[in-house]
């Protein structure tokens, strides 16, 4: 038997383009959007006007009598079998998690609040019929500031107060790394709410055909929405079938289970009938879950040659009104984290999860991480300057060196690799690092109006989430783990099913490129599917930048298998011992017989025939493999950025960016390209321009893309990028690179920001460092100058 | 896009736009770009019951010389007035100031009269119309009105059309000699004007002769800089006098208060972003 040699370059690390971009680019696909069923109707919802309100009557009977309506819904017509939204992640066996009714029945808690619902023959009659509700509140007070929500005459947001949670967490002697420290620095930080803006905004459909039930939702997660619809609605699981067709984005936001999918499902087994519902951008800014807002307390404890004692956070994190499926776990997501790339002796945390009258919070891009990203990154600059330091030499003297990996840092995590020298030394070559500081001098000396300021990130961060036992010792609802089936078809082809559900990340190339190594056989042979539970029936679903570091290798495994099996087989085809075969670049021979050989399209047909296997051996070549994986990885990085500030208005420039990432080994250069310029985008946008905002009543201000100012490639620098590679533990050697550049963005932009103005007297300004804010602290720092 | 119902018509005359305009009363709104009063549809800001769109009449297109002065159809787009030679060579501040104007998409729907019959004192062109005193021409049941640009603008979205009129031009008067600037401030390209300047200088022996300034965004109304104008108006053509001049900027205004800036803030921003528009034009 001759064997062709299925001739392909290695695709690890190779620049391709994706499969998915023609059709999503030009959108000719199936968005949920795009989905028309027969009988199809569509869903409105009317929402709270108010940020807390009881509320004494809900009257539809005017909607039910407009053209095209089909029904009309409050809240109380619900109440019996709508359930409560769940929370995934109860962090303390205290903690608060009121009832969360799809929608609302009682009281409304925030601006948005779903409390009817209206069923048209399109969205125009539903939007029509929305304004003919009569509904009555009796207004309550709002509770808008985390800072005063805990205080004793703080009015309530639900009745069992407006604390959640307190959780702590700690490892070494803190009172020894504080007391008689030689310098200690307190700063506070504000992590401003922001409002993820996925391109695509929340879309849902839902047809029931007799028992089952069909949702298409533009989520990240239809795994987990699966099982939570099950146990929220009480329909049976094995009835439910969630699928997440092409999604335009998530960031997080559409890691949720949400009051419209929820509704959706129960309406549409009411009515017999599919229902569908699409949110205007203005909707998704009220009710798409927001993301941050914090405030964060931290002290640093040091020696006087600046090596790090230990580190103090205490943390006010806002849930909003209620607390969704991961709300309160994502700060703690930083809690890990906020230790950074350094050594310490101490480190002691605390976070109060507190209850307000304003859209819930929950994943973000980052997670948390950001957050404590930006916390350390920010202190760590300020403690240079408390001690005459060069910041990057203050970083060096307490980051983990190179020859300590692995490392178990004082939060208890070991980073596996790293090198923090190199991607270091590679940004400043790049940046010029030594010539911008030559030139800030003499701008300084100058007292250029227009001043230049250098910011460093030194990140690092934990993704791959997650090990299940280390989720389940954080009392997080589910596993950590990934799965992956492969499967060979007769005519050498390949199917590759993922539980991982790309939004955006071009797991369908990336998966190929994998499989085309693992398995020898050519790109374009291979098909991945996803996002369908009765395709794709397990899985973890996309966030937490896990699915390479875990979806990959469960991809592995299942190759794994299938090679395992095809030695079988191809040894009876060739009549070889097994042992005795060679396995290289998609075909088994005979070890000193290349010429006897049989590729594994050709042991496809054979188990696909079934005609002469061997015993014992099923017909079918394919596997499924799941992959639990032992530790989290650790991307880190060096970003350097360069900012003027034009003090006379205030403005931020950004000159120049330059981020050096390690990412471990690479499987696609152009998509982590992709994600680190998309992500640092994402992190100078809550350094500048992004926040939501909500005035003294509660309403939220930001509703339009006019007032919450998302930056377009117009505003934002060209980006020099490189990397350094420190394989992780894995056997892909992949880390992740989903939100390192978000993580790392932020503290370098402010910190350049500082750096630039420090010598007018300025050392914060608060984000997003809008020019107005900028301006002001430069008034008040030359006030206050003159009258000291 | 989800507004509430209304008719549309789509006149290809002037007067047949008028009279339909007439018939409907209070309750029409004249749409050509759309990229003001679609925003306030989609959020049903606004609910007229007819759309009259003049999307189809070709008179209001285009750029007529009249010698001491140019007429600019009032449906001619952002694009357009950038790239327009007559405008090139004669009234540069329009084409300059259209270039800031949003995003391409914007510039090739939106129209030179959408943006002032829209009456917003964030809109660039508006503050540019009334710095060069230009005039506008309005078609109604009675036939053609001229309308000065400084009695146009009469409230916050608000001006002198009467509900039955149609803005068909815009007479800009060539200012030969003179240099120009608008300085824009805002915090996103797409973003409107946080304040916006427009500013013309005619120069004489290293001297300002004439300074005219509209300031975008400092009121309900775009408005003249007066104070400055008359404070730069026979100063030394240095940039020093003009930043002086300059500092009366603020004086008159009432800027209003939002995400983006205070009223102080953006009295100070208006006092710096006339000193450099002056310095600008001034070409010092």
């Known amino acids: ?788 | 896009m989800i507004p509430s119902k209304f008719d549309y018509v789509r006149p290809s005359s002037l007067d047949e736009a008028v009279r339909a305009l007439a018939d409907a009363g209070d309750d029409a709104k004249v749409i050509a770009g759309g990229q003001s009063l679609l925003p306030l549809l989609r959020l049903r800001l606004a609910n007229p019951e007819l759309l009259v769109d003049v999307g189809g009449i070709d008179e209001l297109r285009g750029v007529t010389d009249e010698g001491d002065s140019l007429l600019i159809g009032a449906r001619t787009t952002h694009y357009q007035l950038v790239h327009d030679p007559l405008i090139a060579e004669h009234c540069g501040l329009i084409a300059e100031t259209a270039e800031t104007v949003a995003d391409p998409a914007v510039r090739h729907r939106g129209t030179f009269g959408g943006s002032l019959a829209h009456g917003d004192p964030a809109g660039d062109l508006p503050a540019v119309a009334l710095a060069l005193d230009a005039t506008l021409i309005a078609r109604g049941p009675g036939g053609d009105r001229e309308i000065p640009a400084a009695d146009f603008f009469v409230d916050y979205l608000t001006t002198a059309l009467e509900p039955a009129e149609v803005l068909t031009g815009i007479r800009v008067p060539k200012l030969p000699g003179w240099g120009y600037r608008y300085e824009k401030f805002h915090r996103t390209a797409q973003a409107w004007a946080t304040v916006g300047v427009a500013a013309l200088v005619q120069r004489s022996n290293g001297q300002v002769a004439n300074a005219r300034i509209g300031l975008t965004n400092m009121g309900p109304v775009p408005v003249r800089a007066t104070a400055a104008e008359d404070a730069a108006t026979g100063a030394q053509a240095s940039r020093d006098s003009l930043r002086a001049a300059a500092s009366r900027a603020g004086e008159g205004t009432e800027p209003p208060a939002d995400l983006h800036g205070a009223p102080d803030y953006r009295r100070h921003l208006a006092r710096v972003l006339t000193g450099r528009a002056l310095a600008a034009a001034a070409g010092v």
């Not at chain 1, 009745?159 to 007391?179: H, L, Q, R, T, Y």
Request: charged content about 20%; glycine content about 8%.
């Open chain 1, 1 to 788: 038997m001759t064997a062709p040699t299925v001739a392909h370059p290695a695709e690890l690390g190779r620049a391709r383009l994706r499969k998915e971009d023609a059709r999503l680019i030009t959108g000719q696909t199936n968005w949920t959007d795009n989905i028309v069923l027969p009988g199809l109707l569509h869903m409105a919802f009317l929402r709270s006007p108010h940020a807390h309100a009881r509320i004494t009557s809900v009257n539809v009977s005017a909607a039910r009598q407009l053209p095209g309506v089909i029904a009309a819904y409050s809240g109380a017509d619900f109440a019996d079998e709508q359930g409560s939204l769940p929370c995934a992640w109860p962090v303390t066996p205290d903690i608060v998690i009121p009832a969360h009714p799809p929608m609302a029945v009682d009281e409304v808690r925030y601006v948005g609040e779903a409390v009817a619902v209206v069923v048209a023959r399109n969205r125009y009659e539903a939007a029509d019929a929305i304004e003919a509700i009569e509904v009555d509140y009796e207004p309550l007070p709002p509770v808008l500031d985390i800072r005063t929500a805990l205080d004793e005459d703080s009015p309530k947001v639900h009745e069992a107060g407006n604390k959640s949670f307190e959780w702590v967490f700690g490892n070494g002697d803190i009172d020894a790394a504080f007391s008689g420290a030689p310098v200690v620095v307190e700063r506070t930080y504000r992590q401003q709410r922001l409002i993820p803006s996925a391109m695509e905004p929340r879309a849902v459909v839902a047809a029931s055909t007799g028992d089952e039930v069909t949702l298409w939702s533009s989520t990240q997660i239809p795994h987990v929405l699966r099982v939570m619809l099950a146990l929220v609605t009480g329909i049976p699981e094995q009835n439910i079938r969630v699928i997440a067709p092409d999604v335009g984005g998530g960031f997080g936001s559409k890691l949720q289970v949400t009051a419209e999918e929820v509704l959706a499902v129960l309406i549409t087994r009411k009515l017999g009938r599919p229902v569908k519902w699409t949110e205007s951008r203005s909707e998704g800014n009220m009710t798409t879950h927001h993301g941050r807002d914090q405030w964060q307390r931290i002290r640093i404890a040091a020696d006087s040659d600046g090596r790090i004692r230990g580190l103090d956070v205490d943390l006010l994190a806002d849930m909003g009104a209620y607390l969704m499926l991961v709300t309160p776990g994502i700060p703690l997501l930083g809690a890990f984290m906020f230790n950074g790339i350094y050594k310490m002796d101490a480190l002691a945390f605390k976070c109060t999860g507190v209850f307000t009258t304003k859209m819930p919070t929950d994943a973000y891009r980052g997670a948390g991480r950001p957050e404590a990203t930006f916390a350390i990154e920010r202190t760590i600059d300020e403690l240079a300057v408390e001690l005459g330091l060069e910041p990057l030499e203050l970083r060096a003297r307490n980051w983990i060196a190179h020859e300590e990996f692995p490392y178990t840092t004082i939060a208890g995590l070991t980073y596996d690799s790293g090198n923090y020298e190199a991607a270091t030394a590679k940004a400043k070559e790049l940046f010029r690092y030594d010539e911008l500081r030559q030139e800030q001098a003499e701008r300084n000396a100058r007292n250029d109006p227009v001043r230049l300021g250098i910011g460093i990130s030194t990140f690092t961060e934990m993704c791959g989430l997650a090990p299940s036992r280390v989720l389940g010792s954080l009392s997080y609802g589910a596993g950590g783990w990934e799965s992956a089936s492969i499967r060979m078809l007769p005519t050498g082809k390949v199917e590759v099913v993922t539980g991982s559900s790309a939004h955006g990340q071009g797991h369908e190339t990336a998966w190929s490129q994998i499989v085309a190594d693992q398995l020898g056989v050519p790109f374009e042979d291979i098909r991945v599917l996803h996002g369908d539970t009765q395709v794709s029936p397990k899985g973890m679903d996309t966030y937490g930048s896990r699915s390479l570091a875990v979806g990959g290798m469960a991809l592995v495994g299942a190759c794994d298998k299938v090679i395992e099996k095809a030695r079988v087989i191809a040894a009876g085809m060739i009549e070889a011992s097994a042992d005795d075969l060679e396995w290289t670049a998609g075909r088994f021979s005979v070890r000193g017989d290349p010429e006897k050989a049989v590729t594994i399209g050709e042991i496809a047909l054979a188990a696909f025939a079934a005609h002469n296997l061997p015993e014992g051996v099923e017909p079918s070549l394919d596997s499924d493999h799941t992959y639990d994986p032992d530790n989290f990885s650790f991307p880190h990085g060096t970003h350097l950025c360069a900012t003027e500030i034009d003090t006379e208005t205030g403005m931020v420039t950004i000159r120049s960016y330059v981020a050096v990432d390690d990412v471990g080994k690479v499987v696609n250069p152009l998509i982590v390209e992709g994600q680190v310029h998309g992500g640092i985008a994402q992190g100078i946008a809550q350094a500048l321009y992004e926040e939501g905002v909500y005035d003294d009543a509660g309403n939220l201000v930001t509703t339009t893309l006019a007032d919450y100012l998302v930056p377009s490639a117009a505003d934002l620098p060209s980006y020099v990028t490189s990397r350094t590679e420190s394989p992780s533990d894995n056997r892909l050697g992949v880390k992740g690179v989903g939100e390192a550049g978000t993580i790392a963005s932020t503290p370098a932009v402010v910190n350049a920001i500082i750096d630039a103005l420090r010598p007018l007297g300025v050392s914060d300004v608060i984000m997003p460092c809008t020019p107005e804010r900028v301006w002001r602290a430069i008034q008040s720092a030359q006030q206050s100058g003159a009258t000291s």
